[in-house]
């Protein structure tokens, strides 16, 4: 079996979705996966050499000629979806969303073979669509040296949080609650992802803090931005996590993949009680708050209390196993190559 997998290089969902799970089963099984990162190229591939064509979202700007050439070929193709393709105004790519992607994405979805996403409140939206679904939760190769690091010994208690600039209004929601938190109890708090020269991160940051970048306490620290390949070597320095999210529309078809980041390192976490970290109310690793600055500062003083990270590692090796999750993707390959 040969497989093709069409992902833009840049991309973090595409490196947890696409790439990472595709590299264990080349490794795993009897079968050859060739990627392509140029999405310029794509229309000049020999497709007839594969077996199936594996693609997340959409088939960049020449997709509808790209279709044509499989349909003609008669080779499966697989639409991986993580995120609902209608993006609110706050969200940066808004405009090119609403321009071209969203659409395209649609379009995407009903034309692929077949189509796998991450979580069952997603596949109920991509149901409207294309009811061939399967249910593939995101998964990490616990095998890699980002989440093999040894954990670091930290004379005070550490917290930690890591994401982007769209996350700014759900930084929002705990901003005050933390602040609080880490001045009463000399403790740290971790923002991961950060770019200094950026204005939104420095938003990102005053949330947090209250205070210009010039005026930073000593308890907030900052871990800069990396790739896909290196960012979960920050969570070997913290003691538990925190991922607030507000409650919308698009916000609830987003994925746990926090939660499971936060197990590869035994870690214990705090999330906002709303979809989809609602799917973990079976997770004695987590810790749900409402959403608001006295619910989060007892969620915090709750969590400096216990020690139940190897809880939340042991809920998300059951049900975020690379290996048995990819045991279900092989047998959906093999049932399109028949």
């Given at each position: 079996?040969?497989?093709?997998?069409?992902?833009?290089?840049?991309?973090?969902?595409?490196?947890?979705?696409?790439?990472?799970?595709?590299?264990?089963?080349?490794?795993?099984?009897?079968?050859?996966?060739?990627?392509?990162?140029?999405?310029?190229?794509?229309?000049?591939?020999?497709?007839?050499?594969?077996?199936?064509?594996?693609?997340?979202?959409?088939?960049?700007?020449?997709?509808?000629?790209?279709?044509?050439?499989?349909?003609?070929?008669?080779?499966?193709?697989?639409?991986?979806?993580?995120?609902y393709?209608?993006?609110?105004?706050?969200?940066?790519?808004?405009?090119?969303?609403?321009?071209?992607?969203?659409?395209?994405?649609?379009?995407?979805?009903?034309?692929?073979?077949?189509?796998?996403?991450?979580?069952?409140?997603?596949?109920?939206?991509?149901?409207?669509?294309?009811?061939?679904i399967?249910?593939?939760?995101?998964?990490?190769?616990?095998?890699?040296?980002?989440?093999?690091?040894?954990?670091?010994?930290?004379?005070?208690?550490?917290?930690?949080?890591?994401?982007?600039?769209?996350?700014?209004?759900?930084?929002?929601?705990?901003?005050?609650?933390?602040?609080?938190?880490?001045?009463?109890?000399?403790?740290?708090?971790?923002?991961?992802?950060?770019?200094?020269?950026?204005?939104?991160?420095?938003?990102?940051?005053?949330?947090?803090?209250?205070?210009?970048?010039?005026?930073?306490?000593?308890?907030?620290?900052?871990?800069?931005?990396?790739?896909?390949?290196?960012?979960g070597?920050?969570?070997?320095?913290?003691?538990?996590?925190?991922?607030?999210?507000?409650?919308?529309?698009?916000?609830?078809?987003?994925?746990?993949?926090?939660?499971?980041e936060?197990?590869?390192?035994?870690l214990?976490i705090?999330?906002?009680?709303?979809?989809?970290?609602?799917?973990?109310?079976?997770?004695?690793?987590?810790?749900?708050?409402?959403?608001?600055?006295?619910?989060?500062?007892?969620?915090?003083?709750?969590?400096?209390?216990?020690n139940?990270?190897?809880?939340?590692?042991?809920?998300?090796?059951?049900?975020?196993?690379?290996?048995?999750?990819?045991?279900?993707?092989?047998?959906?390959?093999?049932?399109?190559?028949?």
């Amino acid at each position: 079996m040969r497989i093709l997998v069409l992902m833009d290089s840049a991309s973090g969902v595409s490196f947890h979705r696409l790439f990472t799970p595709y590299a264990a089963m080349q490794r795993d099984y009897d079968i050859t996966v060739d990627v392509s990162q140029h999405p310029p190229t794509w229309i000049n591939i020999d497709f007839s050499v594969y077996d199936v064509v594996v693609f997340n979202r959409w088939i960049s700007v020449a997709q509808y000629n790209i279709f044509e050439k499989l349909s003609e070929l008669n080779i499966p193709t697989i639409c991986d979806v993580d995120d609902y393709w209608v993006v609110p105004k706050s969200n940066p790519a808004y405009k090119i969303y609403k321009k071209m992607i969203k659409n395209a994405t649609k379009d995407a979805i009903l034309n692929a073979t077949h189509i796998t996403c991450s979580t069952t409140l997603l596949a109920e939206k991509v149901k409207e669509i294309n009811t061939n679904i399967t249910i593939l939760p995101n998964a990490l190769d616990l095998t890699q040296n980002q989440w093999t690091l040894p954990k670091a010994k930290n004379d005070k208690l550490t917290i930690g949080w890591v994401g982007g600039i769209t996350h700014l209004e759900d930084l929002k929601r705990v901003g005050n609650a933390v602040k609080r938190f880490c001045e009463e109890n000399d403790a740290i708090f971790y923002m991961a992802g950060y770019h200094t020269e950026s204005h939104e991160w420095q938003m990102c940051e005053r949330t947090i803090t209250g205070e210009p970048i010039t005026n930073r306490p000593e308890w907030f620290k900052t871990i800069r931005g990396t790739t896909p390949t290196d960012y979960g070597s920050s969570y070997s320095l913290f003691d538990f996590c925190i991922a607030p999210l507000q409650e919308t529309n698009f916000n609830q078809y987003k994925s746990e993949l926090k939660i499971v980041e936060a197990a590869a390192y035994n870690l214990p976490i705090i999330v906002s009680n709303v979809k989809p970290y609602t799917l973990h109310e079976g997770n004695q690793g987590v810790i749900f708050s409402e959403n608001n600055e006295q619910s989060w500062y007892d969620s915090l003083c709750r969590m400096a209390q216990l020690n139940i990270g190897e809880l939340n590692a042991e809920y998300c090796n059951v049900n975020h196993n690379l290996n048995a999750i990819n045991n279900t993707r092989y047998e959906l390959l093999k049932q399109l190559c028949k």
